[in-house]
């Protein structure tokens, strides 16, 4: 009787936890496809705010809540002056920075130890560092690197750590350790991973694809 | 014609039944304009209805547009990065529904209006208007690696080589109180040494964030007429790590270590400084026959107590001897001696915490001990001590010996946005005992032991984004004087558009008269001042402009005679002004990685203090003062090129003496114009490899390049009869230096830190 009991809710719980109802994963298919095409700040905040909504009427799924974060870095990443000065932007990178992390910190208390979500930590860290490089590349400069390295030891085969570490080598000037050879190598290695592997199902993580397709042609 | 009527017939109604079914089941467009409150269109707005997929975005003019299949009464949910979130009840029916909405600005640290008169903030808190970064201090080629020379390259502050110590704004150096994690600070500097500047004794890496205040600052802060500087230490450090320097003046090693949870940290640093080298190469104004030599030890703690509380102590010891002849300009052919041995211990303990429910309490003690050891003598060429006559009083000997100690506690309560009050309590303490031993052996004791208590409270008023006023009072009582003081302090700052903003500052400011003079044989009340700021700043993207006009009165100043046969005070009837503008301007866009401040400083004042026969412009004071700082990181060679240029206006001098009934000049003039260039080179060849272990800093620093003459004042023989020009001790300086350190890059920390 015990057992029943048990095995009842068990199988309960985790119906409840784990079933992704029709209605959730129409509505994510097509917004998931988005992330690889979005290019503008207001698309990126657009596509945020609809995961956003997902994700607060849904409740207890991780991925929305996840990619909302992820388009508020991206959107907060487009906002940044594009002129390549280093000054103080923080008052333009931080509040993005801000919403992104609460957003991630959400998915987090539903999906620990998730390699993809150190993932969007480290670009939260780097867009607050772009906020300021000179005062905060020792801070959040470590900790971008932390988070990535923690994402690897996750999960090493997860293309996007290789993803964003080759930007990172990409666009830092070569004084400053920037290397488009190793940057090559990384983007080749992400590509490797997205050739063998399949996602699990339509709304797992899977952008980048074309980021790295897109990096391996300046690259040539 | 028939049928196809009958078929048109049966198509509308296919129509009108689709159509009735679809409103049934179907979807409401709600629609509508969002604005902010100057009805300006906002983008990037998000509208939804809460918890349901269905909502929208504003495009570019506002607009917004979607589709819900929702029914009833529901609630809609406007939010967007930096405004208000607002919830509105909306009822869905059918059709199109039209809801515009007028969202507000959250009052946030980064939009809102800052409260900055009379202060420059230096500091990597999220603030539009601080204008100077915790690296800046340390990268000023001017600087030499001290806090205070840093802050002499920015407007209010003197350019004063002959004593140590910031000069603001027509005050003398002990108007400037400095406070380290809220408490007071005694003995800041190295113990004085005559005509020779001296050092802050406290490295610009201990401090993530520098508040320098010209004039109006809270009432968390008192005992000082002029200035206050504001130092915050760091938190934990990042990363475990090693450091060794090697310069040409000093050696030093220091460890930090990181606990394994990142919960706490503890470290310690040691360095060694002996000047035989440098001086043996650069010739000095003075023959030394003790080369100064200083040992440094400090050692701290930190422990976080929560997320957001820690605890944090800070201890230092040091210990420095030097001993000097110059000619004496009182008697041809002889030596004047001076010698002085100083001791110094410091301890911080700090503990800030966030007690739930907006409030938030920030502590702290210190308790510092000094002791000085100083020895005046004549020699004559062999260097042998002499007595002459009618010189007697050249050969004497001071020992004293201070202990201080300082707490302080603030409450804050925040209210809603970022509107707070704030109280607390401080409390100082202090024991100055002194031996003075004349010629003749006879010895004076001197112990003077005294506090002084405070209580303030403030508040912060946001009304909106764009207006916040504080006001404050602190109440002190002095147990030297026995007298109890209240000062009101009063700020409003008003943003006039993106990155603008205008503010001024009122404030009543008390100091108890400097402790040489106490206790004295009249009865002597506080010294006072009352400062009255207006201030323009604009930050915009790599551009920072700020000017302030001041006013700022003295009153009760301390005016001091012969007593007994000793210089003392004799009543509190001096008093003074200084008025002047200032502008400070700081671009770091119109070159691609070159960053520069320019600042000036004008100042009009006048003062009867001490010995002075009557108001007279202060030879502490220069009319005009200006800085250009300039920084430049050559990415090709790794290498960051510093630069500074300091100027000032030839400052009055005098030399007053006593006939025997009232204070005359005997000499006065005008000393030339300062100026000063300064070279720095940091070569940082790590930069950026990947995987490296250590980080060496190469630093080549040259001070005066041009070797400039520079006369700080004059120094008169006793009888009046010969004057002699104050200069620095050697004209040109160069300084050569290695910095490596271990497992974390800290190169940017590293340059100057042993300067």
């Not at chain 2, 005294?450 to 303030?456: D, K, L, P």
């Not at chain 2, 003459?709 to 050569?736: D, H, L, M």
Request: aromatic share 12%; with cysteine.
């Amino acid at each position: 009787m015990k057992k029943v009991f048990l095995f009842l809710f068990t199988t309960t719980l985790a119906t409840a936890t784990f079933s992704q109802s029709e209605k959730y994963v129409k509505a994510m298919e097509p917004k998931v496809a988005m992330l690889d095409t979005s290019n503008s700040a207001d698309a990126w905040k657009d596509l945020g705010n609809t995961f956003e909504r997902i994700a607060e009427a849904e409740k207890t799924q991780w991925a929305p809540f996840y990619y909302a974060a992820f388009c508020n870095v991206m959107a907060g990443t487009m906002s940044m002056p594009q002129d390549g000065s280093f000054g103080d932007n923080s008052a333009i990178s931080d509040p993005y920075a801000d919403k992104a992390e609460g957003l991630l910190n959400k998915a987090e208390a539903m999906s620990k130890d998730n390699s993809e979500i150190y993932c969007v930590r480290k670009m939260i860290h780097s867009l607050r560092m772009m906020g300021n490089a000179m005062a905060r590349f020792m801070t959040e400069g470590a900790k971008a690197t932390e988070a990535l390295e923690k994402a690897k030891t996750l999960n090493a085969n997860n293309p996007r750590i290789y993803i964003l570490e080759g930007q990172d080598k990409f666009y830092t000037p070569e004084q400053f350790g920037g290397s488009k050879d190793e940057a090559k190598k990384l983007f080749e290695k992400a590509n490797g991973i997205f050739m063998v592997s399949k996602p699990g199902n339509s709304i797992e993580p899977q952008w980048g694809r074309g980021q790295v397709g897109y990096l391996l042609s300046q690259l040539k | 014609m028939n049928f196809a009527m009958r078929h048109l017939k049966f198509a509308l109604m296919i129509l009108l039944v689709t159509g009735l079914l679809q409103t049934l089941s179907a979807q409401v467009t709600i629609k509508g304009v969002i604005k902010d409150n100057k009805a300006k269109p906002v983008s990037g707005v998000s509208i939804s209805i809460k918890d349901s997929y269905d909502g929208g975005t504003s495009d570019s003019t506002g607009k917004y547009s979607f589709k819900t299949t929702e029914k009833g009464e529901q609630l809609l949910v406007i939010s967007s990065i930096g405004y208000k979130t607002i919830e509105q009840k909306v009822n869905l029916a059918t059709g199109v529904v039209t809801i515009d909405v007028t969202i507000k600005e959250e009052i946030s640290e980064l939009t809102a209006v800052i409260l900055s008169a009379g202060t420059f903030e230096a500091s990597d808190r999220k603030k539009a208007a601080a204008v100077l970064d915790p690296i800046d201090i340390v990268t000023t080629a001017s600087a030499n690696g001290d806090i205070t020379g840093a802050l002499k390259t920015l407007p209010g502050a003197q350019q004063i080589g002959e004593s140590e110590g910031l000069f603001v704004r027509g005050g003398t150096a002990a108007e400037t109180k400095t406070f380290i994690d809220g408490t007071l600070v005694n003995n800041f500097f190295f113990s004085s040494v005559p005509n020779i500047a001296q050092f802050g004794r406290f490295s610009p890496f201990l401090f993530k964030g520098t508040v320098f205040s010209t004039g109006g600052y809270s009432a968390l802060y008192g005992q000082a007429l002029s200035s206050a500087l504001i130092l915050e230490s760091i938190d934990l450090p990042e990363q475990s790590s090693a450091n060794l320097g090697i310069t040409v003046l000093s050696g030093s090693a220091g460890y930090q270590n990181l606990a394994k949870d990142k919960k706490s940290s503890w470290g310690f640093s040691y360095s060694y400084t002996d000047l035989s080298l440098a001086f043996a190469i650069i010739k000095q104004r003075q023959d030394f026959s003790k080369v100064p030599t200083t040992h440094n030890l400090d050692a701290n703690f930190r422990i976080k107590t929560s997320k957001t509380g820690i605890i944090k102590y800070y201890g230092y010891f040091s210990s420095n001897k030097l001993a000097f002849t110059t000619n004496s300009i009182d008697s041809l052919g002889y030596l004047d001696k001076f010698a002085i041995g100083n001791k110094n211990s410091y301890h911080n303990l700090s503990w800030k915490e966030n007690l739930g429910k907006g409030w938030k309490i920030n502590t702290g003690i210190s308790y510092s001990n000094n002791k000085d050891d100083v020895n005046s003598n004549m020699q004559n060429q062999s260097k042998q001590d002499v007595v002459l006559g009618n010189l007697e009083f050249k050969k004497f000997g001071v020992d004293t010996k201070g202990g201080y100690f300082n707490a302080k506690a603030v409450l804050e309560k925040r209210l809603k946005g970022l509107s707070a009050i704030r109280f607390g309590t401080e409390y100082n303490y202090g024991n100055d005992k002194s031996v003075y031993e004349a010629y003749n052996g006879q010895r004076f004791l001197d112990t003077i032991k005294g506090h002084i208590n405070a209580v303030f409270g403030e508040a912060d008023v946001y009304a909106t984004n764009a207006l916040a006023v504080k006001g404050g009072f602190r109440i002190e009582y002095s147990s030297l004087l026995n007298k109890t003081n209240i000062a009101p302090r009063f700020s409003v700052a008003y943003k006039l558009g993106k990155g603008s903003q205008a503010s001024v500052a009122y404030g009543i400011f008390y100091q108890d008269p400097e402790r040489r003079y106490l206790p004295s044989s009249v009865a002597l009340n506080f010294m006072k001042a009352t400062h009255y700021i207006v201030q323009y700043q604009k930050v915009a993207n790599g551009q920072s402009f700020r000017t302030e006009i001041f006013y700022k009165k003295y009153d009760n100043l301390v005016k001091t005679g012969i007593v007994n046969f000793r210089n003392g005070a004799i009543n509190n009837n001096g008093f003074g002004d200084a008025k002047g503008i200032e502008f400070f301007w700081r671009d770091k866009k119109t070159i691609k990685d070159l960053d520069y401040w320019i600042s000036y400083s004008y100042l009009d004042t006048k003062r009867d203090f001490l010995n002075f026969p009557f108001a007279i412009a202060p030879n502490f004071a220069a009319k005009h003062t200006s800085s250009l700082v300039v920084k430049k990181f050559v990415q090709k060679i790794k290498t960051n090129v510093n630069f500074a240029y300091n100027y000032a206006s030839g400052r009055p001098y005098y030399n007053i003496g006593f006939d025997g009934s009232n204070n005359k000049f005997t000499d006065q003039g005008t000393i030339p114009d300062f100026h000063n260039v300064s070279f720095a080179l940091n070569y940082l060849p790590a930069i950026g490899k990947k995987n490296a272990k250590s980080f060496p800093v190469y630093v080549f620093q040259v001070s005066n390049v041009f070797n400039i003459k520079q006369t700080y004042g004059y120094n008169y023989s006793y009888n009046g009869y010969r004057k002699e020009a104050i200069t620095p001790t050697s004209r040109v300086f160069v300084f050569i230096g290695a910095f490596i350190s271990f497992g974390v890059d800290r190169s940017d920390e590293v340059i100057n830190s042993a300067l």
